[in-house]
Structures are given as C-alpha cells and as structure tokens.
C-alpha cells in the first residue's frame, strides 16, 4: 500500500538512517556535477538542480523548482561505494616467528543508498550477479550490498541522452525490484512504497499519510511520458549478442577507434564495468605487505598484456572488446546485457562517441565478407556453476619443500599447501610474492602432499619464484579453472602436443596416462623445444619412452611404458643431438593423426595455430581437440575481466577448453 511522505519526513528518515548506524551516500553536488557522497541531510541533495547532457557534454543549471531529484544521472552511482575503485584486500605478514595472512581492514559501516535509480537498481542487479553468481564471491561485496539499504526513486525526467526504456531497465523502479523503499516525488511530498521488511521497519518510524488513488494515477501518467520521451532511443536487443559477434571485422570498428582516444572514460561511469587489476603495496613503515585493488579499464595497455606481448594493441581492438562484451557476451556470462541506457558513457566521452549510434550501423548493415578462416563465433547459453568457498583472493602461506632446476631460467617449485588439497590436471594456482607480485601458474604435478608448479622467469614475480630455496614460503590461491578430459579420454588413443614450456600444464595428464594402461591403452607424447638445451623434463621423458635419443644420457631411465611413445624435436639442434631438427607439426606429419583419438594441445599460440590446421587437414573434428590457453590473469576467480576471451573468462571456463568452443575466436586478431 503506497503512502505519502512529507518533506520533513523524509528528513527524519535520513536522520533515522544515521541513527541506526548507516553512513548515508545520496546524490549531492561537487566540482560542477552531481555524484554520490555522503550525506549530511536533505540539504546536501542538489536540490533545485538539474543536469544537461549531449555527447561529450554534461552541465548543471538550475530548475525553476526546489526538486530534491530532479536530475537524471552524474557520473557516479553506487558503483563506487558498493565496489570502491582502491580496495585493499588482504594483508600479509611475513616478518617475525609467525607469518600470516589477515584481512586489510575492518568491515566498513553499513550504506544506505539514497535516490537509486532504475537503471542504477538495474546496475545493482547486474553487480550482483558478477561478484556473487560465479564460482566464487567476494566477500567484501557481498557483505556491503548485503546490508546496504536502498532508497529507490522513479525517474519522471529522463535525460537527453537516457534509454534505459530501450533496455527495460527504467524508467520505472518495478515492483519486486529489490528496493527497501521506493519514492516517487510528487511536488513538494514522494509516494512511497514499501520493498523489504527493513523498509517497512523504518516506514513505520516517520510520519505518513495515506495516498490516494489520484496519487498512483500521476504516477503512472508521469512514467508513461517518462517513457515516451525516451522513444527512438537506444537500440534493438532482439539478437544483439549474435548480430555483434558476426560482424566483427565491420569497418565501423575502424571508423570509430579513429575519434577513440582509448582513455577509458566510458567505462569509468559506466554503473556496471567491473575490470580492475591487484598490486602489491608495502609501506617502508609496516611490517606487512597489502595486497590492493584498482578499478581498471579494459582500454588500457596494461590490461590485455602478458609475458611482454599484447593482445589488443590497437584502439580498434579496444573499443570492439569493450562493446561486444557489453552488450555481447555479458549475456552468455551473467544472463543479460551488461548496459543499462543511463547513457553515462555517452556524456562523458570526451569526443562524443554514442554507443547507441554505433550499434545502430552494425546492426543497419551487411555483415562483410569473412576474410579469415575463424568463421562464425558461436555463443553459448548462460553458464552456472558449483560454488567454491571462501574468499578467494585471500592466499595460504605455503612451504616451498623442494626446489628443482629444470633449465637454466627455469625451476620446479614443490610446495606444500597448510591443509588438504585437491586438484585435477590441467588446473592452475596464483603463486605470489608478498611485496613483489602474483602470477597464474599451471599445477605441473603432485609427489606426496607437494604440488608442483614449474616457473620460467619472464618477469618481477616469476623471477622471484624461481629464486626460492626450500624452506621459503610462497602466497598459494587455488587451484583454479577447468582440466584435461582424462574420463572421456578412457579407453581412446591419446596424443598430447606440446611446445615449450606448455609441457608443464601436459605433465599431470600424461602422468596419469602412463600410470595406468589399462584405461589409456596408447599414448603418445609430440614435444618440441627451442634447443637440446631446452628440453623440459628430459629423464622423466626417456622414463616413459626408451626408445627416444637425447645424446648422453645424464640420468638412468625407470622401466619403459609400453604403451606410451615420445617423440621430440628442436628448432635447432646442437652437437650430440641425434633426434629430429624442426618445429613441432613436423612430428605430425611423420606418422597419420587419426581422426577419432582425442588431443591435447598446449604451447604458444603460434604454435597452437599450426598444429589445429595440421589437425583439421587430418580430418580431426574439432570435439576430439582439447587445448590449454593463456591470459592476464590477476583475480583467477572471473572478477576481475582481464582474461576476457569473446563469450568466456580464461581463468573460470578454462584454461583447457573444448576446440569447438572457440570457433571463431582463436587465432582472431584482438582477442
């Protein structure tokens, strides 16, 4: 039942909301426009304000009334309060006689949001579902949204730029939508509606009077014209995510990166982009090292970088990740587009760049001719999956046990995890480095109660593992991701391709292969290095297969597995070496790939990309093809958007992925 709330009532709520030990955050002016701050009063509101927004423009002018709510949308929402753009995570403490782990700081005070938009509530909503629907959740989040209090307002003005209506996100704060109370002001009273217990505990507390029917019905014709202003605006949903994906290399893409400053503006305000980044900070005056969080944007340099390569280099490539994962693939990840129509990305773009616009030619155009072999990019259906306890960016302190030096830049680091630990191969851990840094890297075995992550050192962190000495210890989350399909690999032939260093991901797989013939009757191992000098693992290969020639051996092999046959190339070869010179695919065209064996495929892409055409020449259907990818990854938990992949995270719907799932996407410029 709605009731009419006075002015002064709606002061006394706020007072009621401090009293019970909110911090207020409403919508106040500051530095010419209209954020989200804390709240001493109804005097902090902008009231008697409104906004004026076009692409790239935003001003305040004055209203002709004493509205509290009479804007449309600032640059800021809750976003930042619910998910503040610095955060500090954890703390680690390795000085002293008992290291360990502690979170940064204590549980903030509760939030009540004040003057919540439909979009905004919408927004929320959308949150909700990145930081809590996955695999893992975030426990700061989820706390502060938990018991955030929420003060809906219906949108009566909608702005020049909204289209929210076009979304179906507003301009209506709908009944069901998870508000405590609802306001929709009325002259110089609101309407209020009640959404929550809570809601209503407070309701009870201020002064009401009852609302008439004539009140619903101004409400009503007030959205309805809300509504109407908003038409022709925005774009058609009705099989947007396919109509992007299937479009692009479209010329748009380059039209627009060519006004694109890639300054990221867009998705500073945007209420629902979540990419961030995790650094390490170690004030000279504290005995521990805080592991913090940054917003960050997926138009930076950084964010799509690893291993001193760049996967998205150009604006183009910029623009076309950050809008088809909008209003693309969100849609597969989390079960609805990522965009809300506030139309803030819009006004603040510094050139004017109008998303609406840019979907709109896509969408009134041909798809042009493929000029690549990626084909078509299938989308899949919106995932759930199994919930995984605890905060997972919060590392164990684990005990480096062994140290083994595989190559010259490269070691074996066996750690011991303080309690139980289960893992399945292919799966992968963030190893770290209090006051250095955190790097993803793949389980490369078990041997007792240690687990085995080979480390080749590429950089700050990785070099710093790989000078660990037993009895260090190491910052260990995990294990992470998807694994190698060893059950329906049962009964097959089995080959694995390897290049490099992706020998490490292989090596739990293959382990299990050789231990146990009767589920695995043939095996087959096709390894290529860079040199002799770069042969991974060398006496655990002539262990598995006797028959293969490295030169002098160094150590004595085990019993050989007869089932298992291992073939290896170099490059280059070196004097002594008696195996094959060349790369990789070399070893598959020697011998026939059979079309119903399954593969397991790991290295660079480069090479990656060589052995899938080798593949599919043989006539190799692409769910016979498994292959382990690779991308910055800082959370490994889908939170932080950094190993974004067109419909997929690396880090939760990979590393291993089905060949097939990938169509259209791998080896596409861009991603």
């Known amino acids: 039942m709605s009731a009419r709330l006075s002015r002064g009532g709606f002061d006394d709520l ?128 989820a706390d502060r949204r938990g018991r955030a209090f929420v003060v809906a307002v219906d949108c009566l003005e909608p702005g020049a730029l909204c289209f929210c209506a076009a979304t179906r996100t507003g301009p209506e704060v709908a009944d069901g939508a998870d508000f405590d109370l609802r306001l929709t002001e009325q002259g110089g009273a609101f309407l209020l509606e009640v959404g929550s217990a809570r809601g209503q505990e407070l309701a009870d507390a201020v002064e009401l009077e009852v609302a008439s029917a004539d009140d619903e019905r101004a409400r009503r014709r007030g959205l309805r014209a809300a509504e109407a202003a908003m038409r022709g605006r925005g774009f058609d949903l009705e099989g947007l995510p ?48 805080e592991r913090v969080r940054y917003w960050d944007s997926c138009f930076t340099d950084e964010h799509s970088r690893i291993h001193g390569a760049q996967f998205r280099p150009q604006t183009r490539e910029r623009y076309r990740q950050w809008l088809t994962h909008k209003l693309g693939s969100w849609v597969s990840q989390f079960g609805s587009s990522g965009c809300v129509g506030c139309g803030r990305c819009v006004a603040w773009c510094p050139v004017g760049i109008d998303l609406t616009a840019e979907v709109r030619a896509i969408q009134a155009s041909p798809r042009p001719p493929a000029d690549d072999a990626c084909g078509e990019v299938e989308l899949p259906a919106a995932r759930t999956y199994a919930k995984v306890a605890g905060d997972p960016m919060r590392p164990q302190l684990a005990a480096v046990t062994a140290v083994t030096r595989e190559l010259g830049d490269t070691v074996t680091l066996h750690v011991e995890p303080a309690g139980p630990f289960r ?16 790097v993803p890297i793949s389980i490369s075995g078990q041997e007792g109660a240690a687990i085995l992550h080979t480390v080749r050192a590429v950089g700050a962190a990785s070099r710093a593992l790989t000078e660990l000495r037993p009895g260090d210890r190491v910052g260990l989350r995990g294990p992470f991701g998807s694994a190698w399909p060893l059950d329906q690999a049962k009964g097959r032939n089995v080959v694995a391709v390897a290049g490099g260093l992706g020998l490490a991901p292989l090596r739990g797989a293959l382990r299990e292969l050789v231990a146990r013939p009767e589920d695995y009757p043939s095996v087959r191992l096709l ?145």
Not at 592 to 611: D, I, K, N, Q
């Open 14 to 141: 706020l007072r009621l909301l401090r009293e019970r030990g909110y911090r207020v955050v409403g919508p106040t002016i500051r530095d010419g426009a209209i954020v989200y701050d804390e709240l001493d009063g109804a005097a902090s509101l902008p009231i008697g304000w409104t906004d004026e927004q076009a692409p790239g423009r935003y001003r305040l002018r004055r209203r002709d009334d004493d509205a509290y709510f009479g804007y449309v949308v600032g640059p800021q929402g809750p976003r930042r309060h619910l998910t503040p753009p610095v955060e500090p995570l954890v703390k680690i403490r390795l000085r002293g006689p008992s290291p360990e782990v502690e979170p940064a700081a204590p549980a903030d005070p509760p939030l009540a949001l004040i003057g919540v938009r439909a979009c905004e509530l919408a927004a929320m909503a959308i949150t909700d579902r990145v930081w809590t629907g996955g695999p893992f959740v975030d426990p700061r989040y």
């Open 423 to 438: 893992h399945l191969p292919g799966q992968f851990c963030m190893l770290s480095i209090p006051e250095v840094g955190e």
């Open 242 to 289: 396919q109509t992007l994906f299937a479009n692009l290399e479209h010329p748009r893409w380059q039209e627009v990166a060519e006004r694109c400053l890639s300054c990221g503006s867009c998705t500073q305000v945007c209420p629902t982009c979540f990419c961030h980044r995790v650094e390490e900070r170690a004030p000279l005056d504290a005995d521990a090292a």
């Open 527 to 671: 390894y290529g290095a860079r040199s002799p000098e770069d042969i991974l693992y060398g006496p655990e290969l002539l262990s598995w297969d006797r028959s293969i020639r490295f030169g002098p051996e160094t150590v004595a092999p085990a019993a050989r597995a007869g089932h298992v046959k291992v073939h290896v190339t170099v490059d280059r070869g070196a004097p002594g070496w008696t195996g094959h010179v060349g790369v990789v695919t070399t070893l598959m065209r020697r011998k026939p790939m059979t079309p119903h064996a399954l593969y397991m495929v790991c290295g660079p892409e480069v090479m990656m990309r060589f052995v899938l055409a080798e593949l599919a020449r043989a006539g190799v259907p692409a769910e016979n093809i498994w292959l382990s990818m690779e991308r910055n990854m800082k959370c490994a938990a889908g939170l932080c958007g950094r190993c974004q992949y067109g419909p997929y995270f690396i880090c939760k719907d990979g590393p291993v992925f089905r060949r097939d799932q990938l169509a259209g996407i791998f080896g596409r410029e861009g991603f």
